[in-house]
């Protein structure tokens, strides 16, 4: 283990369903990532939250809603996702300027 | 431009030769640096942090950083084929900027 769990691990949704995937550190970190990375691509920033807060919002489609409880837990709520929306989909926090620490991922396929 | 460029891969090199990887960066005010390491189908994981010009020397690693020419590299030396991974450089600005990465192959 990171010191970041994410669950579950794999999840398989058809474009109707709603799920979530959760997210949390273990650090004491105050910053909270979602990336998503799908196939031969590079790692995509979707939502950052900085003490609880989201700071940022990378254009992410609607269907995609971040909740942000406190700062040890991140989740990512989906619904009527896109075969497209198929990647891996990793959590990470930090702390100031550090380096960022990574979970384990969710492997998310939409059928 | 892109934020972050690197050496296009893959790059495979022979075990127990040295690896070479190069990155640049577009904006000025990164101030930290770091590499990270990405077995395929896994999360990536930090392997080496940089924060002043020079070069910072980790085990068989050493990431090399000129600011003035926004570019920073990694070297790995004595490869191992444990060393097979993709690559991620990521300069941080008032974010964690990553690259396309670079698929390194060590033959045995």
């Known amino acids: 283990e990171t010191g970041v769990t994410q669950t579950p691990r794999h999840l398989v949704m058809g474009m109707t369903n709603k799920k979530s995937l959760k997210c949390e550190q273990h650090?004491?970190?105050?910053?909270m990532y979602w990336y998503k990375q799908s196939a031969k691509k590079p790692l995509e920033l979707m939502f950052v939250?900085?003490?609880?807060?989201?700071?940022e919002n990378n254009s992410v489609p609607s269907r995609f809603s971040p909740e942000c409880p406190n700062s040890s837990h991140l989740f990512l709520h989906l619904h009527t996702l896109q075969p497209e929306d198929s990647a891996l989909y990793l959590c990470?926090?930090?702390?100031?300027?550090?380096?960022?620490?990574f979970g384990s991922g969710t492997r998310l396929t939409v059928v | 431009q892109k934020e972050v460029e690197q050496n296009s891969g893959p790059l495979s090199v022979p075990e127990g030769a040295i690896a070479s990887l190069n990155c640049t960066y577009s904006?000025?005010?990164?101030?930290?640096f770091f590499w990270y390491r990405q077995y395929s189908g896994k999360s990536p994981e930090l392997i080496m942090s940089?924060?002043?010009?020079g070069d910072k020397e980790d085990g068989r690693f050493t990431a090399q950083l000129n600011k003035a020419s926004q570019y920073v590299s990694l070297l790995i030396r004595d490869s191992q084929p444990s060393d097979s991974a993709t690559y991620l450089c990521?300069?941080?600005?008032?974010?964690?900027?990553f690259g396309a990465g670079t698929t390194v192959t060590v033959r045995a």
């Open positions: 990470a926090s930090s702390q100031d300027r550090a380096g960022y620490t």
């Open positions: 650090l004491g970190h105050n910053a």
């Open positions: 939250y900085n003490f609880k807060e989201q700071t």
């Open positions: 904006d000025r005010v990164s101030q930290s």
């Open positions: 940089i924060y002043s010009n």
């Open positions: 990521a300069p941080f600005g008032y974010k964690l900027s």
